[in-house]
């Protein structure tokens, strides 16, 4: 049997379909929880919020332009923007010229802001915490669904353009 053949009868099963949705639930659930334990967490911090946190996570190693964050990160260039408008407020980033785009500059942290990357990798220990104390989950159990929902992400990406 073909890909194809497959994913039709998949799409067709009502029990898959069913799962599927049960999946898809609990993924937007799990989504809600994390935003909730992480706005917890850095409640107390006066220059991270949880956009922030995201931004910070994503440039840390690699600066990158607003639209290149956004896409990765997957949310609206605007949202991100405005997020980024904020770093550059309380002196967390600064922009550095793009070679390659002269109005898309890279967002890099400055020295503040790379002061603060110890801080989200105490919230991020405090976040996993909360999520796997007192269960039963493997290294093994975080690889294989990573990389099965990194899978599914990047299926969505490639199939999206035939919604018409």
Same mark, same amino acid.
């Given at each position: 049997?073909?890909?194809?053949?497959? !994913?039709?009868?998949?799409?067709?099963?009502?029990?898959?379909?069913? !799962?599927?949705?049960?999946?898809?639930?609990? #993924?937007?659930?799990?989504?809600?929880?994390?935003?909730?334990?992480?706005?917890?967490?850095?409640?107390?911090?006066?220059?991270?919020?949880?956009?922030?946190?995201?931004?910070?996570?994503?440039?840390?190693?690699?600066?990158?332009?607003?639209?290149? #964050?956004?896409?990765? @990160?997957?949310?609206?260039?605007?949202?991100?923007?405005?997020?980024?408008?904020?770093?550059?407020?309380?002196?967390?980033?600064?922009?550095?010229?793009?070679?390659?785009?002269?109005?898309?500059?890279?967002?890099?942290?400055?020295?503040?802001?790379?002061?603060? #990357?110890? !801080? #989200? @990798?105490?919230?991020?220990?405090?976040?996993?915490?909360?999520?796997? &104390?007192?269960? !039963?989950?493997?290294?093994?159990?975080?690889?294989?669904?990573?990389?099965?929902?990194?899978?599914?992400?990047?299926? &969505?990406?490639?199939?999206?353009?035939?919604?018409?």
């Amino acid at each position: 049997m073909n890909q194809v053949t497959k !994913d039709k009868k998949l799409s067709e099963s009502i029990e898959f379909l069913s !799962d599927f949705q049960l999946l898809f639930g609990n #993924i937007i659930r799990i989504n809600g929880a994390f935003l909730e334990v992480a706005e917890k967490i850095c409640s107390n911090d006066d220059l991270i919020s949880v956009p922030i946190w995201r931004v910070v996570a994503v440039i840390r190693l690699n600066p990158m332009t607003v639209s290149d #964050i956004a896409k990765y @990160l997957g949310l609206k260039r605007q949202s991100v923007q405005s997020t980024v408008n904020q770093m550059k407020r309380r002196g967390l980033i600064k922009f550095r010229k793009n070679p390659n785009h002269k109005t898309s500059p890279f967002v890099i942290l400055t020295k503040k802001g790379d002061g603060k #990357i110890e !801080d #989200i @990798l105490r919230y991020q220990k405090k976040l996993t915490e909360v999520f796997i &104390s007192g269960s !039963d989950i493997t290294m093994r159990d975080v690889v294989s669904n990573r990389e099965f929902l990194r899978a599914l992400r990047e299926n &969505s990406e490639k199939n999206i353009s035939k919604l018409n």
